[in-house]
């Protein structure tokens, strides 16, 4: 089992560059199964996510080459049968990109129910919605989702509420059907744009991504196609947030400043100086940390993949600050962790009432999702003292070399193995 090992209270400073988006190419890397040549993927994340995306093609017949560490060919020609694994298929909630690209290719797609960051009810009664839209039948058999359409026909979706996952895989199987699919209250995060666009180099027809009504029209074929995925929104915030809370002063490079506007914007409102460039935003603190209110929201709001991070730093901010948890049902897991480093929050619900404490002390903590490790992360940096943080596997499957990066910056954090395994049931 490996662990972070942390000694805190070290300001980071220098420079940081930011990887490819996970959420980007967790759709992107499925989405080359629809085109009939083979394509090329430039500033791919080395994480757990994308490896295991990439298996999944191997597994089914595609034949996939790094060209560099962050560059990757991808030939999916070679992909007969529509079936992903279920070992496979568990570990991962985006595995269900494979539904929508397998639907909108082969018409048929055979995919275990999703896994993925325990975050509370995580159904997907949209996605199926959107498929059944579209002429496909869809059943669950064995915890497999089962899904055939004789023809995709396209159709007008009206999503119940905002959905990242299910935006992107209405696209994934819409691309090719017959005629004009409408989705209406779709999701607008920088990765969906990022989706369409790659679809578009490849010869969809995607109108109004990055709006709430997305237009498609099908196309008949989709060629290869050479594309950079867009730098990563919640990596850039998790660095700005780290430097924040340990008062350095840190350039976060390879970053696109629009994407970062709302996490910039409550930065700022806490005390944080927030300097812009056109690829880069420069952190710093000088006067003291205060506390403020923060809802997440769907894209252009306050993302839910930053709230254990700005909820960590709002632990060192004077006053008494309110987190609203606007997305998931149980995203305040890690707040248990951060209390054992002494934090004073309190969670009712979707709420969190966090009194500004003057310092957090390191401690043994366990990472329960993906970000939440990361804020942690964040707390054993700030801390002081020793912070030992167990599960870093989840952390792994979103963020690249994130301890040489944080090394690089001045960190005293080390990755080591101990015997045994994690005690913690993988909630996926
Ligand atoms: C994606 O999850 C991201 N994951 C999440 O990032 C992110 O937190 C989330 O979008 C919101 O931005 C990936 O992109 C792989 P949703 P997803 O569908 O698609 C409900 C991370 O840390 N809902 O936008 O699962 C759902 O329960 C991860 O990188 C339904 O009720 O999120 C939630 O309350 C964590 N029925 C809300 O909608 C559905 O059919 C938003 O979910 C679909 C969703």
Redesign the pocket.
Known sequence: MEKFVIKGGRTLTGEVEISGA??AA??IIPAVILSDEPCILENVPQISDVSISLRILIEMGADVKFLDKNTVRIDATGITEPIVPYEMAKHM??SYYFLGTLLGKFKRARVAMPG??Y?????????LKAFTALGTECTLDHGMIDIHADSLIGSQIYFD??????TINTMLAAVKATGMTIIENA?K?P?IVDLANFLNSMGADIMGAGTDVIKIRGVKKLKGATYAIIPDQ?EAGTFMIAAAATRGNVLVKNVIPKHLESITAKLEKIGVTVEEFDDAVRISVDGPLVKTSIKTM?HPGF???MQPQISTLLCLAEGTSIVTEG???NRFRYVDELRRMGANISVDGKVAVIEGVGSLMGAPVTAPD??AGAALVIAGLAAKGVTEIEDIYHIER?YECFEEKLRKLGADIEKRSFPGTSVRKVAL
Request: with cysteine; net charge negative.
């Open positions: 996970k959420n967790v759709a909630r985006a993925g960051c975050l509370g009810d995580r159904p997907i009664d949209q996605h509420m905002v959905t990242v996952g299910a999701a995060e990765h919640i769907p993302p839910t993949d997305i998931f049902d993906l970000r979103g």
